[in-house]
């Protein structure tokens, strides 16, 4: 095997995707929760490449700003396409970039829309390129009813040219042998046959596939063949559904290699950037795992629960159809059924949230638990305390949203509200149905109950009243 050599990258992802028919930059579209175009650039940030220039033009804004966001890499620069002439005058516009670079340095063009190409095969097309031919490209073999570009090779079998299925013969479109759109070419090579290109075809745009018919005239051009699922294209939602499948297998296989178990695979779906998932942990069948999610070892995930950006300690147990969003769950700590973890939250060790629960900006202490059909917002509750059935914290006012604060060792009753602000000290006591509006000091008992009235025999005759009596 060959070192691995620098070279530049090139990312069309100027392209308006009007079969997308959205609002969105085609190239921002998620696939398991992943931008297609960062798809693409991680591919390419695990090869030798120094540089990788992005061709932006189409809502260059919202994609300029996610490659901040998200990379904050000065090695990643873009280049404006104001108008979408086409895929090889946006090659001609990175161009720019490279003015300071030797004609043999190598340069890859990528597309923004074919994002499961692997680290690997930019790194295989880059070294054919550079030991064997001056360009190299990757095929694949799909049905003669897809629209990608044909390969049509001449009777010795050598690549001649590529035809676009818009401009191809009905003889042409037979021809099962497609480009992939990812690209490998001698930087001097590349600057020669990109001037000129013509514009005379069914879309009237630059097609950087044209060049190939160039390249072929004075050298041989070199070809990597590829599954369609590596190579995959995403010009429309039907296309993006079939990535995310794509995605999908690949992503939950992935897992299952670390030691996951996924226990209907076909019905989980976990984000690309979710990660890292320990050993033994097992994810029931549609459980969703989203955004940057990491999971500690012998966790258990169960039917239908949906956990986002949220870190999950060991042996933590989430319980059917929870939901749990940026939140923090310690070790052993449990969660539902039917629970509601929301943002900053942090269940320490050993807590339990029950059945009907709801947490939002709320630290819940070691050992303590709200096993039944709790409200609990803004509060910062302490260690090894129990919070009865039906608990409420009063956090918003109208205005303003407002804390509760428990110490450590608290027993509250069931049906207790609590009038935030509002300070319950350690070892205190909360009765039942109480409505908690003043501090309750250390070790004391909070009592707030209006005083019971028994009336005698008078039960019959108000069911009656009412017509609820038996017949
Ligand atoms: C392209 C190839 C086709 C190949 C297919 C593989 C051309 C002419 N055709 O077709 O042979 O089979 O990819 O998926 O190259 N873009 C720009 N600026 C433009 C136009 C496009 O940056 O002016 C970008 C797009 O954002 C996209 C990529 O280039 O990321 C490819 O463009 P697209 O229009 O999707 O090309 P295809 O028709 O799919
Ligand atoms: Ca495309």
């Not at 303003?400 to 609590?418: L, N, Y």
Request: aromatic share 4%; with cysteine; glycine share 8%.
């Amino acid at each position: 095997m060959t070192t691995p050599q620098p070279f530049t990258a090139i990312v069309l992802a100027a392209g308006a995707g009007k079969r997308m028919n959205s609002d969105t930059a085609k190239v921002l579209h998620p696939v398991a929760g992943k931008p297609l175009l960062a798809w693409v650039i991680d591919a390419i940030k695990q090869t030798s490449a120094t540089t990788i220039i992005v061709v932006v033009g189409h809502d260059q804004d919202a994609v300029c700003t996610f490659l901040n966001d998200r990379y904050d890499d000065p090695n990643i620069k873009t280049v404006y396409q104001k108008e979408q002439r086409g895929t090889g005058h946006a090659v001609r516009m990175a161009l720019s970039c490279l003015e300071q670079q030797e004609d043999q340095e190598i340069v890859s063009v990528l597309s923004g829309d074919v994002p499961f190409i692997a680290s690997s095969q930019i790194d295989q097309l880059v070294s054919q390129c550079r030991d064997v031919t001056s360009m190299s490209l990757v095929t694949m073999k799909a049905d003669a009813k897809t629209c990608y570009g044909r390969l049509v090779r001449n009777n010795v079998n050598d690549v001649e040219r590529i035809v676009e299925y818009v401009d191809a013969t009905d003889t042409e479109r037979q021809i099962t042998e497609m480009n992939a759109g990812c690209y490998a070419i001698q930087l001097g090579v590349l600057k020669k046959t990109i001037q000129d290109l013509s514009k005379e075809n069914v879309q009237g745009e630059e097609y950087i596939t044209d060049i190939v018919q160039r390249v072929a005239q004075q050298s041989k051009l070199s070809t990597i063949e590829a599954s369609l699922t590596e190579m995959q294209g995403i010009n429309d939602h039907i296309e993006l559904a079939q990535g995310e499948m794509i995605a999908q297998q690949k992503i939950n296989r992935f897992w299952m290699e670390q030691g996951v178990t996924l226990l209907s695979p076909h019905s989980i779906w976990i984000d690309a950037d979710v990660g890292p998932i320990a050993p033994d942990v097992s994810l029931a069948s549609g459980v969703v795992i989203r955004g940057k999610t990491s999971i500690g070892a012998r966790t258990h995930i169960d039917v239908g629960s949906v956990i986002e950006s949220s870190e999950l300690g060991e042996d933590v147990h989430v319980f059917p159809y929870s939901v749990v969003i940026h939140a923090r769950l310690d070790k052993r700590a449990q969660v539902g059924p039917f629970s509601h973890v929301r943002s900053q939250t942090h269940l320490h060790e050993d807590t339990c949230i029950g059945n009907f629960v709801e947490v939002k900006k709320t630290s819940l202490g070691t050992g303590s638990k709200a096993k039944h059909l709790a409200y609990l917002g803004d509060a910062d509750i302490g260690s090894r305390t129990n919070i009865g059935a039906g608990t409420i914290t009063c956090n918003y006012n109208g205005t303003t949203k407002e804390k509760t604060i428990i110490g450590d060792d608290v027993f509250i009753g069931s049906g207790t509200q609590f009038i935030a602000p509002v300070t319950i000290a350690s070892e205190a006591y909360v009765a039942s149905g109480t409505t908690v509006t003043e501090d309750v000091p250390k070790n004391s008992l909070a009592i707030g109950r209006i005083k019971q009235q028994n009336k005698l025999n008078v039960a019959a005759r108000l069911k009656q009243k009412h017509r609820f009596v038996k017949k």
